[in-house]
């Protein structure tokens, strides 16, 4: 059966530590994978990952996936507030028929 | 474009009763997939729709059900309240080509049974 499993499940640092977020994964037909940011309610978008060892940066945040390992690390540099929230993976598999499944989250709150 | 669009934002309901849940996504979507969101399990997959047909189906059992028309809005329903059953409800939509493309999630309904 398909597994995700995302660490910490928790993170609580202070304003300008640096995180590091891993999700790693067990799926058949893997293609590629997603980060989301939840906040309050709707989770978005922040980075689909295809190719392994390719780092997707987008400001603070950076992603990379490696496909020997089964795994991806989401780092947030110079963390603020406002990076408080819930942050979630998943791997997208080959078949457009197959279910999306999520790991549980990493629920990072900032102090300031 | 707009977003996806999901309603009621809030509903409570007592124990036994049925409910309806509803999703439009953006516009030229034609995938919709739904999720319920609870603190101890994370968000778990309901099912999926493209072009009316149930695509996929996660491992909840038959009192959850769904439904696509034609203009790719989508409703899923509820009956037989059951406590456990208070959860966000997060609707997502993506293209045609979702392979290569992220799901779009809506604001989702915050279902509490009482």
């Known amino acids: 059966e398909d597994k995700v499993v995302q660490s910490p499940l928790s993170l609580v640092v202070h304003e300008g530590d640096t995180v590091t977020l891993n999700c790693s994964y067990e799926v058949t037909n893997f293609r590629s994978l997603l980060w989301y940011k939840q906040e309050k309610k709707a989770p978005t978008f922040l980075f689909m990952l295809t190719s392994s060892g390719i780092e997707k940066k987008s400001g603070r945040l950076s992603s990379i996936l490696d496909k020997k390992e089964l795994s991806s690390i989401l780092n947030i540099t110079a963390t603020q507030t406002g990076d408080s929230a819930i942050y979630l993976c998943?791997?997208?598999?080959?078949?457009?028929?197959?279910?999306?499944?999520f790991g549980k989250g990493t629920r990072l709150h900032i102090l300031p | 474009k707009a977003g996806v669009t999901q309603t009621p934002r809030y509903l409570i309901k007592t124990r036994g009763q049925q409910v309806t849940l509803s999703c439009s996504p953006i516009?030229?979507?034609?995938?919709v997939s739904w999720y319920q969101q609870t603190p101890g399990q994370g968000l778990q997959f309901l099912f999926e729709?493209?072009?009316?047909?149930?695509?996929n189906k996660g491992n909840f059992p038959g009192r959850f059900s769904g439904r696509q028309f034609s203009n790719s809005r989508s409703e899923m329903n509820v009956s037989t309240l059951e406590l456990g059953d208070s959860a966000l409800y997060l609707c997502?939509?993506?293209?045609?080509?979702?392979?290569?493309?992220?799901?779009?999630f809506g604001n989702g309904t915050r279902l509490t049974v009482t």
């Open positions: 998943a791997p997208f598999k080959g078949n457009r028929d197959d279910k999306i499944i």
């Open positions: 997502a939509s993506s293209s045609f080509g979702r392979l290569n493309s992220p799901l779009h």
């Open positions: 516009s030229g979507h034609r995938s």
């Open positions: 729709y493209f072009s009316e047909t149930q695509r």
